[in-house]
């Protein structure tokens, strides 16, 4: 199995501040394509996940761009998260998970909160 | 817009089976362009995923659950359905029923799109 490590696990960040969070998978996850196969999803308190980053970098649909996602030096396995200027509503857990092959991997989550 | 509806017992004791249904609305299933998927989350912790199936009726689990997971799905009523048997209290969990996204040439999945919101299920005597 792909094993994703994030980190920080607890994130607490000063509005307007921007915030990162790491994500590293115990294999690459570039495919023959092209693409990182490595999305990121923000679970809101009391809700289910939602897709915020795909392939690496690609923003969901009615994703503000104050989020985005990029990966490192091209190796497949190290990937980022950046917010920009944090906002109140930005609070929960956002998770990795690798969709290059089953079983499909999450990270642990980093639980992002407020000062 | 489509939307995910988790149906179920909210309480299994153990060694039983636990039995789930998701209904979608606002598209079908019968499309070559997702997997139809459930995902879990046990109190407090992260996100597991149990497995997918295919329009065509393949499926893919997890192997720690492989043995124990069968999926199906049912065109006529835009539904499928996750049976868990054998349960313990580990199975206590959230379960989410989610879209997952593929590319139609050979079908890899991209991403989970759309999420019910979960139905609890506890396992218990």
């Known amino acids: 199995d792909i094993v994703m490590t994030q980190s920080p696990l607890s994130l607490p960040v000063t509005p307007g501040e921007s915030a990162s969070i790491s994500c590293r998978s115990s294999?690459?996850?570039?495919?023959?394509?092209?693409?990182?196969?490595l999305d990121w999803y923000l679970q809101k308190p009391g809700q289910s996940p939602q897709l915020l980053i795909y392939?690496?970098?690609?923003?969901?649909s009615g994703v503000p761009d104050r989020f985005s996602g990029s990966g490192s030096g091209g190796s497949g396995t190290d990937f980022t998260l950046k917010i920009s200027r944090v906002e109140s509503e930005d609070v929960g857990v956002y998770y990795c998970?690798?969709?290059?092959?089953?079983?499909?991997?999450f990270g642990q989550g980093t639980r992002l909160e407020i000062k | 817009q489509v939307q995910l509806q988790e149906s179920g017992p909210g309480l299994v004791k153990p060694s039983q089976t636990l039995s789930l249904t998701c209904t979608v609305s606002?598209?079908?299933?019968?499309?070559?362009?997702?997997?139809w998927s459930w995902i879990r989350q046990a109190p407090e912790k992260g996100l597991e995923w149990i497995g997918y199936?295919?329009?065509?009726?393949?499926?893919n689990y997890n192997p720690s659950l492989n043995s124990r997971v069968t999926m199906s799905l049912d065109t006529s009523t835009n539904q499928f359905s996750l049976k868990l048997n054998s349960v313990t209290t580990a199975d206590t969990a959230v379960y989410f029923c989610?879209?997952?996204?593929?590319?139609?040439?050979?079908?890899?999945?991209?991403?989970?799109?759309?999420w019910g919101r979960g139905t609890r299920v506890s396992v218990s005597s």
């Open positions: 199936l295919y329009y065509t009726g393949s499926t």
């Open positions: 294999q690459s996850l570039l495919r023959s394509d092209g693409n990182n196969y």
């Open positions: 989610a879209r997952g996204y593929c590319t139609t040439s050979s079908c890899q999945l991209y991403y989970f799109d759309y």
């Open positions: 606002g598209g079908s299933i019968n499309s070559a362009s997702y997997y």
């Open positions: 392939l690496g970098s690609n923003r969901a």
């Open positions: 998970m690798q969709a290059l092959q089953t079983p499909i991997t």
